[in-house]
Nanobody, 114 residues
Framework: QAQLVESGGGLVQPGGSLRLSCAGP????????MGWYRQAPGKQRDLVAA???????NYADSVKGRFTISRDNAKNTVYLQLNSLKPEDTAVYYC????????WGQGTQVTVSS
């Protein structure tokens, strides 16, 4: 059973930065297109960043230029660097494969507030 574990969230002021991590089984993290999703209260879960097995990346317009997704295959880990954070980035952040999602992890809460 796949288990994805997200970490690194927290409370940060507008303009601040965070680095999220997602650890999981190698057969998922290494060999699939991986994505970071977020879900704000009362809203649907949206994909905000993705990285292919070959390292190509794609971002939602709302985070382009501020967030960076990366992966470390040796550690079976995917990262999301969040810079220039805004209050509207407040959400629970999850990682999962893109297209063929597996069981969702618990996510990590990101709160941007002064």
């Amino acid at each position: 059973q796949a288990q994805l574990v997200e970490s690194g969230g927290g409370l940060v002021q507008p303009g601040g930065s965070l680095r999220l991590s997602c650890a999981g089984p190698g057969f998922i993290v290494r060999f699939r297109t991986m994505g970071w999703y977020r879900q704000a209260p009362g809203k649907q879960r949206d994909l905000v960043a993705a990285i292919t097995r070959g390292g190509d990346t794609n971002y939602a317009d709302s985070v382009k230029g501020r967030f960076t997704i990366s992966r470390d295959n040796a550690k079976n880990t995917v990262y999301l660097q969040l810079n220039s954070l805004k209050p509207e980035d407040t959400a629970v952040y999850y990682c999962n494969s893109v297209g063929a999602v597996v069981e969702w992890g618990q996510g990590t809460q990101v709160t941007v507030s002064s």
